[in-house]
């Protein structure tokens, strides 16, 4: 049963950071691209950023180019967002995605939310002084 648990959210300052983590079960993470998306009450989910299977291509939204970094550690079967220079704009329900089909490892359609098949619960993540 594939699943998806993400952690390491919390509260933190404006221009503080966090490393929330994505632990996959039930499948192989190295044959996966992983992504990361936000919600906020009353929008839909918003794509962060994608970590392609292999090559170490890796996609950012415009949100968070030069502020998070997407990573990944196979071995633990785990996946990471590590988010520096938190912004008060931040603050969401972070979620960790894969899915499966053609496009599995790749990046393709990152940015919607509808391109991915399997989701965690989320982690919260509030910015506030």
């Known amino acids: 049963q594939i699943q998806l648990v993400e952690s390491g959210g919390g509260l933190v300052q404006p221009g503080g950071s966090l490393r929330l983590s994505c632990l996959a079960s039930g499948f192989a993470l190295d044959r996966y691209a992983i992504t990361w998306f936000r919600q906020v009450p009353g929008k839909g989910r918003e794509g962060v950023s994608c970590s392609a299977r292999d090559d170490g291509i890796t996609q950012y939204a415009n949100s968070a180019k030069g502020r998070f970094t997407i990573s990944r550690d196979n071995g633990r079967n785990t996946a990471y967002l590590q988010m520096d220079s938190l912004k008060p704009e931040d603050p969401a329900v972070y979620y960790c995605?894969?899915?499966?089909?053609?496009?599995?490892?790749?990046?393709?359609?990152?940015?919607?939310?509808?391109?991915?098949?399997?989701w965690g619960k989320g982690t919260l993540v509030t910015v506030s002084s």
């Open positions: 995605a894969t899915r499966y089909g053609m496009d599995a490892g790749t990046c393709h359609e990152y940015l919607n939310p509808n391109a991915w098949d399997y």
